[in-house]
């Protein structure tokens, strides 16, 4: 859930993945993300290689395609995969911040 989210990302080395559409990047992202949307993940897996051991948190905007990415993760080698559950949305009505950049 969020509050796991966020102790989770409190750990230096933790990798935050946003899979959603270029178009939805405007209504926000989590500050300090990277974005490779679900339908680029497989053929980018190479540049989060260097994370294979890291936790790394993936998030979309309701929890769906970041969990077929979670599955993409996991079955290419990554160890600590989590799923941001509820996505995006689930952050926000926490209250949590979001970067519009």
């Avoid at 933790?14 to 679900?38: F, M």
């Avoid at 339908?39 to 980018?44: E, F, H, M, Q, T």
């Avoid at 540049?47 to 294979?52: T, V």
């Amino acid at each position: 859930d969020v509050n796991q989210s966020v102790l989770l990302m409190n750990k230096d080395e933790t990798v935050v993945l946003d899979v959603r559409e270029p178009k939805e990047l405007k209504e926000g992202k989590i500050n300090n993300s990277r974005h490779i949307t679900l339908g680029d993940l497989p053929k980018r897996l190479s540049e989060l290689e260097s994370h294979k051991d890291n936790p790394i948190l993936v998030y979309c905007r309701s929890g769906n395609r970041s969990g077929h990415a979670c599955n993409t993760l996991t079955k290419a080698g990554f160890s600590d995969v989590n799923n941001l559950s509820g996505g995006i949305m689930a952050w926000e009505s926490a209250s949590l911040p979001v970067s519009k950049k």
